[in-house]
C-alpha cells in the first residue's frame, strides 16, 4: 500500500462525520425521547459512567454515535459549544489534529482544520479541512452544532461533526455526538488496505462476543476504527470542561493531560503514544496555533 494512501486513509477514519441528510431537525422533545430510550443503556454502562457507543456501516458510508450523560450544566454547554474558538480548543486535543483556526466568510464561522499523522508534523504537510460552523438553540433546553466539509480525501465525501444537547437535570447534561462520511470505491479500497496494515488488529468497543475465559471480543474493521475516534472527540469534549476550573493559563495543559489520561482508562482501543511524547506534541501543536 502506497505511503500517501495509507496516510490519507488514517485522516479520513480520524475525522469523522455525520451525513447532512441523515440528521433530521433537533428539538428538545426528541433528545429527551432519546434520552429516555437510551436510559437504561446508559445506566448499566460498562465505562463507568453514563455512556453508550454505537457504529453503523452502509454500503456507501460510516456512522458513529457517543451518547453520554456528563457532569456539566446545560447552560454550560450550550453557551460554550455554540462559540467557534472554543471547539478550535476542543479539535487540538486530539492525536490527528494538528493546527485549528476560525475564519470569517461573509457572516458564516469556518474552522480551517488541518489533520495529518499521530506525531509531530508540519502544518504543510497535514490535509487542510474547510469545515463551515452553524450552531442553533432551537429551544432553552435543545443545543445543535453542527461542522460540515463537502469534501476529504480518497474521494470521501460530506463530512459532518454533530452535537446535541439537552438538560437532564440543574447539575448534568445529555449529549450526542455523531460522526459519519460518504465515500466511494476509492475510498472504500483504501480503508480496507489500511485495515489490513496499519490498522490491523485494532479494535473499537462494541462487544461482539466473549471469549471462552469470559473476557470481551470487541469490533474492528472500519466500525472499530470510527467508534474509536468517536471517543476520542467525545473525551476531547469532556476535558475542555473539565480544564474549566483551571486559572486561564493553564487550561491547555490540562485539557491535554485530562484527555491523555481519559484515553488509557481505553488502552486497548486508544493507546497510540506515551504520555510525555503525546503532551510534548500537543505543547508544540497548541503554541503554533495561539501566534497570528
Not at 16 to 33: I, K, N, R
Not at 69 to 84: G, M, N
Not at 199 to 225: E, H, M, N, Q, W
Request: proline fraction near 5%; charge should be positive.
Amino acid at each position: 500500500m502506497p505511503l500517501c494512501v495509507f496516510l490519507l486513509t488514517s485522516l479520513v477514519l480520524a475525522v469523522g462525520c455525520v451525513h447532512a441528510s441523515s440528521a433530521p431537525p433537533t428539538s428538545a422533545a426528541m433528545l429527551q425521547a432519546q434520552y429516555a430510550a437510551l436510559r437504561p443503556r446508559l445506566e448499566s454502562s460498562p465505562f463507568g459512567q453514563r455512556l453508550f457507543v454505537e457504529s453503523i456501516e452502509a454500503p456507501r458510508s460510516l456512522e458513529g454515535h457517543i451518547y453520554a450523560v456528563i457532569d456539566y450544566p446545560y447552560a454550560t454547554v450550550s453557551r460554550l459549544f455554540t462559540t467557534p474558538a472554543v471547539w478550535c480548543d476542543v479539535l487540538i486535543v486530539h492525536l490527528n489534529v494538528k493546527e485549528c483556526r476560525v475564519m470569517t466568510v461573509g457572516s458564516r464561522a469556518r474552522l480551517a482544520v488541518s489533520i495529518g499523522r499521530k506525531v509531530d508534523q508540519a502544518v504543510a504537510d497535514a490535509f487542510p479541512f474547510e469545515f463551515s460552523f452553524s450552531a442553533t438553540v432551537p429551544a432553552a433546553d435543545a443545543l445543535e452544532v453542527s461542522l460540515d466539509a463537502p469534501r476529504g480525501p480518497i474521494g470521501t465525501r460530506d463530512y459532518h461533526i454533530v452535537l446535541t444537547a439537552t438538560a437532564v437535570d440543574e447539575r448534568h447534561t445529555f449529549v450526542h455526538l455523531r460522526y459519519a462520511y460518504g465515500f466511494g470505491i476509492e475510498g472504500r479500497v483504501a480503508m480496507r488496505a489500511y485495515l489490513a496494515t496499519g490498522g490491523r488488529g485494532k479494535v473499537g468497543f462494541t462487544i461482539t462476543g466473549l471469549g471462552a475465559d469470559g473476557s470481551p471480543s470487541y469490533i474492528g474493521d472500519v466500525r472499530g476504527a470510527i467508534e474509536r475516534n468517536a471517543m476520542r472527540y467525545f473525551l476531547a469534549l469532556d476535558a475542555y470542561l473539565g480544564a474549566l476550573a483551571a486559572p486561564p493559563a493553564q487550561q491547555a495543559q490540562q485539557r491535554f493531560e485530562r484527555w491523555f489520561d481519559a484515553t488509557e482508562r481505553y488502552r486497548a482501543q486508544l493507546h497510540e503514544l506515551d504520555r510525555d511524547a503525546y503532551l510534548q506534541m500537543k505543547r508544540r501543536e497548541y503554541a503554533r496555533q495561539q501566534r497570528p
